[in-house]
């Protein structure tokens, strides 16, 4: 069993790597205490391919596999977790544009959408169905030309920011059939964002509610199949939960070497504080996790590339282990750089906040565990 990236795959790390190092992680703060990300930088990303990572190479995409896509948002969220989530919720738009919207819908927004002149947003949970995402309320009635959208989307990264919004909307009956999905483009009438959530990290990604009443859309803007969006969204979630745990190793992997660089300068008792046993076993303790946790999120993105029965329980064990293993390694360095670590200078206070959203989204890591513990179930009785 080879371990090793690909030369390729080398290149893919480091050049996402040496992306953020130049671009983000310099204005990493102040973009943070702005409210937002400058949309100047998405273009930027795009001319790497970072815009289509796995939209296929025939329709403009850079194609690549979802173990891959791990590694550029590994590489980017040493730089900031916060761009590299708002990327990965771009691109799994993208993906469902290209894997399931019609010919004439994939012209219409794939070439944008690569390269980062149009930025998406994903819009499926509501005010009153987080984990429940089949209870949605949000309807599309049938209108003479398309449909007519009405209801309230909850926690949307991008609203009011992004430039078009992938909607699941209930357009038939009740339950997970009943629903479908549509691209809204900003500025349609009856489109409209509440106020700014004021939240514990991630502050850089404005977050909004998005409002639809009577909105309009013409009936081209359906993606896919009538009925079949709720099947859609969770075929993106597999992924999704892959890239949010790349998310979390990264940004605390880029911890960790910050406390190993500042516990060789800080003394005290007349020595480096990397001197104390006791603080050296902690080190030992979170590298051994974190590369646990990077083998074991790389094994479930190949199960996921390679169609493997089991893929859906490793995504959801890697996205529960590996994001707890995330915070768990990004507050102890804060530990460790006593004081100092709670001060916004050093940056690490910024990583605990960050990665903490990492256990709710993408589906919270409780519902991780019932997915793993169903699985286990049905693997007994067959």
């Not at 400058?38 to 796995?54: C, M, R």
Request: glycine fraction near 10%; proline fraction near 2%; charge should be negative.
């Amino acid at each position: 069993m080879d371990f090793a990236l690909t030369d390729e795959q080398s290149t893919i790390f480091e050049m996402a790597h040496a992306f953020g190092q130049e671009r983000i992680a310099p204005h990493a703060r102040a973009w943070e205490a702005s409210g937002e990300i400058p949309k100047s930088i998405w273009p930027e990303l795009a001319e790497l391919g970072f815009g289509g990572l796995y939209v296929r190479e025939e329709n403009g995409g850079a194609g690549l596999s979802r173990l891959d896509a791990t590694l550029v948002f590994e590489a980017l969220s040493a730089a900031c977790p916060s761009v590299a989530a708002m990327l990965s919720i771009h691109n799994m738009c993208a993906a469902m544009i290209d894997k399931f919207g019609s010919d004439a819908l994939r012209a219409k927004y794939l070439p944008s959408a690569i390269s980062m002149d149009r930025l998406f947003a994903y819009c499926l949970t509501e005010p009153g169905s987080g984990s429940d995402a089949a209870a949605l309320k949000t309807r599309a009635e049938v209108t003479d030309d398309g449909f007519s959208l009405t209801g309230t989307k909850a926690f949307i990264s991008g609203g009011g920011y992004a430039d078009a919004y992938i909607i699941m909307a209930r357009s038939d009956g009740e339950g997970p059939k009943g629903i479908s999905a549509m691209i809204v483009e900003d500025g349609t009438k009856g489109l409209s964002f509440g106020a700014l959530e004021d939240k514990m990290g991630w502050k850089s990604q404005p977050t909004r509610q998005v409002q639809l009443d009577n909105c309009n859309i013409p009936a081209e803007n359906l993606l896919g199949e009538r009925g079949q969006g709720f099947t859609y969204a969770m075929a993106g979630l597999d992924g999704g939960r892959l890239n949010i745990s790349a998310c979390s190793l990264g940004a605390a992997q880029n911890a960790l070497t910050a406390t190993l660089a500042y516990m060789g300068e800080r003394t005290a008792f007349g020595k480096t504080i990397d001197q104390f046993q006791a603080l050296q076993f902690r080190l030992a303790d979170m590298e051994t996790e974190l590369q646990a946790a990077r083998v074991f999120l790389r094994q479930a993105a190949w199960k996921l590339d390679t169609g493997a029965a089991d893929a859906t329980k490793f995504c959801a064990m890697a996205k529960r282990f590996v994001t707890e293993t995330g915070s768990k390694t990004a507050n102890q360095c804060l530990q460790l750089h006593g004081g100092y670590g709670y001060l916004a200078d050093y940056g690490i206070e910024k990583t605990v906040r960050d990665l903490r959203v990492h256990e709710i989204l993408e589906g919270t890591n409780e519902i991780m565990r019932m997915i793993v513990s169903r699985a286990l179930l049905s693997e007994r009785n067959t």
